[in-house]
Each structure stands twice: as structure tokens, then as C-alpha cells.
């Protein structure tokens, strides 16, 4: 699967995003993370299933076409379609979303997310203010992590409807401004609750972390 992430954002947008990141926290004690990865998962087994599905569909029409209809000569055939198919499937992201179910990829995202945040180290900042804003590109979802110190005044429904409008802004191909705008809103929350103090370091470094 090509990676997806060169594509979504050039190096003039990386720097765009840097920058806004850099001017919100100004704004305040939080830290703000952005993480874009072209897939939370492998998801190895809609390769097979893909495969399967598809070889055994060109397997038979190979054997009817042929005339070769014996079972030995379909299991030949079966076997060099999967092969084929599989690869095919595995190298593109296109027909790989089709043999995996939204609750699948909901799971994997949330997932990768969760482990990002801790490997990252965005818990580990003074005032557990940290927010994450994770895109997960194949799976075309977004999930936002804030650290308990903000999570234990703002509700989830708001990191969601964050999320929802980065989604919305990748969808018309703004996802630069999408990205933009989402960051300004986290930096106004977190301006509301843990406003910069006589320091104010840079717990975190402001660039958009890249992953696969």
C-alpha cells in the first residue's frame, strides 16, 4: 500500500500546521500533538479474504474458459489467482477497504491512537494537558485524546465533534484549514482552562508527527 501521508500533506502544509500549533500553545500551558499515519493496521486478514473471494471467482471462469473443469485443475487455478490477488490487494487501499467492516477499522484506530499517545509521551506533561489529534488515513478517521487534566473539564462529545470536522474538511480536500481550524479550537480550550503562566516552556515538539 502506498504510503498515503506524502500525498495528503506537502511539506509547505507540514509547515503550516507546525505553525499553528506553535502560535495555540502560546496561548496556553496545553500542549497540542498532531499525528498522521496512512493506516492504524496491517488488517492482514482482509488480504486473505480478498484473495479467497477473488480467486475463487477467476478460478472458475478460468476453468470454464479453458474447458479444464476438473477439480485439480481448479485448485491450480485458485492457488495462482490467490497469489495474484492477494498482492493486488495488499498494495492497494482502495480494494482493501472493501474486506474490512467500519467497526474494524473504528477499533484499530482507536487503538493505534491510545498507544500513540502514550509512546509519544503526551500524558507527560505538568499540567496533563495534553491533546492529540490523530489521522488515520486509510481508515479516513480521526480520533482526539486529551490527557485527564483537560478531559476532566471538557466532554468527549466536544473531541468528537473536533474529529467530525477535520473528517468533513478532508472530504472536500481542505485539509490543511481543516486541520488548522481544529487545532485553533483545541488551543481556545485550552486558553479557557490552563492559561500560560510567567513560564511557559514547549513540553512537546510542535511538527506533525509522520507514521505508516
Not at 24 to 52: C, D, F, Q, W
Not at 101 to 123: C, H, L, N, R, W
Not at 138 to 155: H, Q, S
Request: charged content about 25%; hydrophobic content about 45%.
Amino acid at each position: 500500500m502506498k504510503d498515503l501521508v506524502n500525498k495528503f500533506l506537502s511539506e509547505n502544509d507540514k509547515s503550516a500546521i507546525k505553525a499553528r500549533v506553535r502560535a495555540a500553545e502560546k496561548r496556553t500551558a496545553g500542549e497540542i500533538v498532531v499525528m498522521v499515519v496512512s493506516s492504524s493496521h496491517h488488517y492482514p486478514l482482509a488480504n486473505i479474504l480478498g484473495g479467497i473471494l477473488c480467486a475463487v471467482v477467476f478460478g472458475i471462469a478460468i476453468a470454464l474458459i479453458s474447458g479444464l473443469e476438473t477439480m485439480w485443475h481448479f485448485l491450480g487455478f485458485f492457488a495462482l489467482s490467490f497469489v495474484l490477488c492477494n498482492e493486488i490487494i495488499r498494495r492497494s487501499f482502495f480494494l482493501k477497504r472493501l474486506f474490512v467492516t467500519d467497526s474494524d477499522m473504528k477499533e484499530e484506530v482507536e487503538e493505534a491512537a491510545i498507544g500513540s499517545f502514550y509512546k509519544k509521551e503526551i500524558y507527560n506533561t505538568r499540567d496533563h494537558a495534553g491533546i492529540l489529534i490523530y489521522i488515520s488515513l486509510f481508515e479516513r478517521r480521526v480520533w482526539i485524546l486529551g490527557d485527564k487534566g483537560i478531559n476532566a473539564k471538557i466532554d468527549p462529545v466536544v473531541w468528537r465533534g473536533i474529529a467530525d470536522s477535520i473528517v468533513a474538511g478532508i472530504k472536500d480536500k481542505k485539509q490543511v484549514s481543516a486541520i488548522c481550524d481544529a487545532i485553533d479550537r483545541c488551543g481556545d480550550i485550552l486558553e479557557q482552562h490552563f492559561p500560560p503562566g510567567p513560564e511557559n516552556p514547549d513540553e512537546l515538539d510542535d511538527a506533525v508527527i509522520i507514521g505508516h
